[in-house]
Structures are given as C-alpha cells and as structure tokens.
T-cell receptor, first 112, second 115 residues
C-alpha cells in the first residue's frame, strides 16, 4: 500500500521561529507537490519539485526533495500568523498517470 | 486568474438519494479530476477524465459513482444512491496536461452531507 506520511500532524509555533515539516513517501516518484489549505477552502499549489535535490523558495517557505530518501521538507522561516493553514504534500507514482496521493496534512498554527 | 468553479458549495441529501456535483474546469484544460476529503482526513483521489472517458479511478470510485462532461464546459460527478459515508468535501480539479510538473488546480469544493 502506498503511504505518504507527514510529520508533525499538528504544529503550533510562535511568530518569528523556524520549523520544518517532513513528508515521507513509499513509492518511486518523479514529482512532489506542496499545497496549502485554509479552513473550509480549496487547495492552493505552493511548489512543484521535479528532481532529486530540487529546492524551491517562495517568501518564508522553502521546499526540498530527496528522491533517494523519498523525503521532502517544507521549511518555514520566521513564521508569521498568515502562514497558519494546513499543508499537504502529494506525490505522483511513476506508474500512476496523474493520480496524486496526498499526505496526511500538517496543521500549522502560528501564535503571535 | 482562471479558476475551477464548483456548485453547489453545500449539498445536504437524504441517504439513498442521487446527487450531482457540478464543476466548470479552467477553459483550456484537458484533464479533469475528482477528489474527496472526509472531515479531518487527507485528500483522496476518486477519478480522472480525459477525452470524454475515465483515465484512472480509485477503489473508492465504485458503481455508485459516475462522471460526465455533458457539454463543453461542465464536468459532473454523480452519486446514484448516497450513503452516510459519502459525506465529505468533494473537490474538482483540472490540469492542462498530465506531464511531469503539471499542476492540478482545485475548485473550492462542495461539502456533501448525507443524513
């Protein structure tokens, strides 16, 4: 069974602090996505990572991919309240067409 | 910016009733998808659709489910006889292609409640 696991599931952090969310997956994949979801809202694409060692940054968020370890990280730098949301990673197995497998999600709360 | 639109935003139905969830994908996109998210759980793939036929479907997408593109703009998900466990947020998504790096653009979802 394909697994996409994130940790932590819940994260409460103070403004200004740094933290990393981890996404482990159990399949061979050539792409990994990070999405953000605000409560009651849809999924907003943050990053697409396509190769081993890929690193992408947008504002206070930086995502990386290690395909050999089947691990992606989402690093938050100097958190602000606006980053409070649930973050999902998603992988597409090489054999699965365009079927996205989402992780369990990490609910992030940034406390002033 | 183009977006995927879904209607209705909320749907309440009685167990055993049929429901149709509607989606208008982004106009130049060719691939369409339905995902669902049971409250507090992860997003799960249901089905993908291309060129007027199903490309892939998950185990969740059984005979009670069907999809259709009745015209050039709408993409629908029908659940023939709803069950309590069908209660979830249903997301429609579309993509321009299905190559490596293609992003899925998601709609705002339809919250289905089966009573």
């Amino acid at each position: 069974e394909l697994k996409v696991e994130q940790n932590p599931l819940f994260l409460s952090m103070q403004e200004g602090k740094n933290y990393t969310i981890y996404c482990n997956y159990s399949t061979t994949s050539d792409r990994l996505y990070w999405y953000r979801q605000d409560p009651g809202k849809s999924l907003e694409s943050l990053f697409v990572l396509l190769s081993n060692g890929a690193v992408k940054q947008e504002g206070r968020l930086m995502a990386s991919l290690d395909t050999k370890a089947r691990l992606s990280t989402l690093h938050i730098t100097a958190a602000v309240h606006d980053l409070s949301a649930t973050y999902f990673c998603a992988v597409v197995p090489i054999s699965a067409g365009n079927q996205f497998y989402f992780g369990t999600g990490t609910s992030l709360t940034v406390i002033p | 910016e183009p977006e995927v639109t879904q209607t209705p935003s909320h749907q309440v139905t009685q167990m055993g009733q049929e429901v149709i969830l509607r989606c208008v994908p982004i106009s130049n996109h060719l691939y369409f998808y339905w995902y669902r998210q049971i409250l507090g759980q992860k997003v799960e793939f249901l089905v993908s659709f291309y060129n007027n036929e199903i490309s892939e479907k998950s185990e969740i997408f059984d005979d009670q489910f069907s999809v259709e593109r009745p015209d050039g703009s709408n993409f629908t998900l029908k659940i023939r006889s709803t069950k309590l466990e069908d209660s979830a947020m249903y997301f429609c998504a579309s993509s321009e292609g299905r190559g490596v790096g293609e992003k899925l653009f998601f709609g705002s979802g339809t919250q289905l409640s089966v009573l």
